[in-house]
């Protein structure tokens, strides 16, 4: 009995979530219909709400809330979340294309997503299902409507690196959400999206064929790496994930070389001795597996500086600024991460702030191998963005160094005196913040940036 009603259950889940995608589906329809496809997805929410009850109909999208008060709420969200994104696209310059694949990203993932659940019993199933679905979803979604606008079939080739590009972001920042907030939430998720695309539409992102290729196997490679050693959870891989393809493809391969040697060797750190480091009370928790909280706030700052290299030419800045305070982020974030990591190896920490003795783990506590660890941690990070920039060279990897090194001593200070207001994920999002401040006001001083 059990097993028939898990198997109703999961047939059942998988009609629901086909239903949501041929109504995705309809969203190709906006470039002929314009601003009807507004009134079609309101339509659709109103009757949810205030007529369909019962029937096949409640019975093919209802979820189990939804039974409960008798009202197709997830439907009506969903529909809600479409107009929305219909608005944006008719009325304040969204491209159709972007709220086509925004729609479909997370219809059509969230299907294949529950089709791969039902094949494989393990949890890369969902994530794996969703970025696989949505981002094949969202490509075709934005060739048809490049079709239907444009009709030329050798430029609708030409934009298939681009869409790739697209979907694959939104897909990536689909499946992240969807590992950390409830079903319900799918029409944020959906509206995430959109915003996301439209920002890259925006930037005019160009990507070419090989290099997305190559985006995309390095991404997937790193993922799977991550996900196989254990330095990251699920959320912490897709985020890691996420990263690295908008860090390639809106940096370039200089910036991925920086970005990663922070994540191997801050991944490596974290599993160095963690038998050890579970016994003396200083291990991550997950032995050592990296969240996406962890990863955005050491890696939020290089991801800004990375969108905002991306627009430098619409902020009128010299690009080579953030560069600085990306690799500085990056640099006390390493040196963050080895200083905790190896530091909480030895013996006789001191608290930062008083010096005085304090037992091992305790936050704004140090040592001195902790502080030579990072220290060279930072100048590992220096040493590779000065050997991949021209611009950088020696002098402005020492400064990266420096920067790295402040910020580290920032965030033993913080752990000190406010970690238990703001939490570690603040402390270290600071620390960062505090480090690409540093590089780009030492570089303008020195002169590596020009205003």
């Not at 109504?23 to 507004?38: C, F, N």
């Not at 970005?259 to 579970?278: C, D, H, M, N």
Request: hydrophobic residues 55%.
């Amino acid at each position: 009995m059990t097993l028939g009603n898990r198997g109703g259950s999961v047939t059942s889940s998988i009609r629901r979530a086909g239903a949501y995608a041929l109504l995705g589906t309809l969203s190709i329809a906006a470039p002929a219909v314009g601003r009807g496809t507004i009134l079609f997805f309101a339509a659709v929410a109103a009757a949810s709400l205030f007529v369909v009850e019962e029937g096949r109909l409640f019975e093919l999208f209802a979820r189990p809330t939804d039974r409960e008060d008798r009202t197709l709420y997830s439907l009506a969200a969903f529909s809600l979340a479409a107009a929305g994104l219909a608005i944006l696209a008719t009325l304040f310059g969204m491209s159709v294309g972007v709220f086509v694949a925004s729609v479909l990203v997370l219809s059509y993932g969230h299907l294949v997503e529950r089709l791969a659940r039902a094949r494989w019993r393990t949890e890369l199933a969902s994530p794996v299902g969703f970025v696989c679905g949505g981002t094949l979803a969202g490509v075709a979604g934005q060739l048809l409507v490049f079709g239907i606008e444009r009709g030329a079939t050798g430029e609708i080739v030409g934009t298939l690196p681009t869409a790739l590009f697209l979907a694959a972001s939104g897909a990536l920042l689909g499946a992240l959400l969807r590992s950390v907030l409830f079903a319900r939430d799918d029409p944020l998720v959906m509206l995430s999206i959109g915003l996301l695309l439209w920002l890259f539409a925006e930037l005019s992102v160009s990507v070419s064929g090989l290099d997305i290729t190559i985006a995309l196997l390095l991404t997937a490679l790193l993922g799977a790496a991550s996900y196989r050693l254990g330095t990251a959870s699920i959320a912490g891989m897709l985020t890691g994930m996420l990263l690295v393809l908008l860090t390639i493809v809106l940096g370039g391969y200089d910036w991925f070389a920086v970005l990663i040697t922070f994540f191997a060797v801050g991944s490596l750190a974290a599993k160095y001795r963690i038998a050890e480091k579970r016994d003396r009370g200083i291990a991550e928790a997950d032995n050592g597996a990296r969240g996406s909280g962890n990863v955005l706030a050491n890696a939020a700052v290089a991801l800004g500086a990375v969108l905002a290299f991306a627009a430098s030419s619409l902020l009128d800045m010299a690009p080579v600024t953030f560069l600085f305070a990306f690799a500085g982020s990056l640099a006390a974030a390493m040196a963050d991460t080895l200083s905790s990591e190896l530091g909480g190896l030895f013996d006789d920490p001191r608290l930062i702030t008083t010096f005085e003795r304090v037992p091992p783990g305790t936050d704004g506590g140090v040592t001195w191998q902790g502080e030579l660890a990072g220290l060279l941690g930072a100048c590992l990070v220096a040493a590779v963005t000065g050997w991949s920039f021209e611009p950088v060279a020696f002098g402005g990897a020492a400064l990266i160094a420096l920067a790295g090194a402040a910020g580290m001593t920032v965030d033993s200070v913080l752990g000190a005196t406010i970690e238990p207001r703001i939490g570690n994920q603040g402390v270290n999002f600071l620390a960062t913040l505090s480090a690409a401040v540093v590089a780009t006001i030492a570089a303008l001083a020195v002169g590596f940036v020009a205003l």
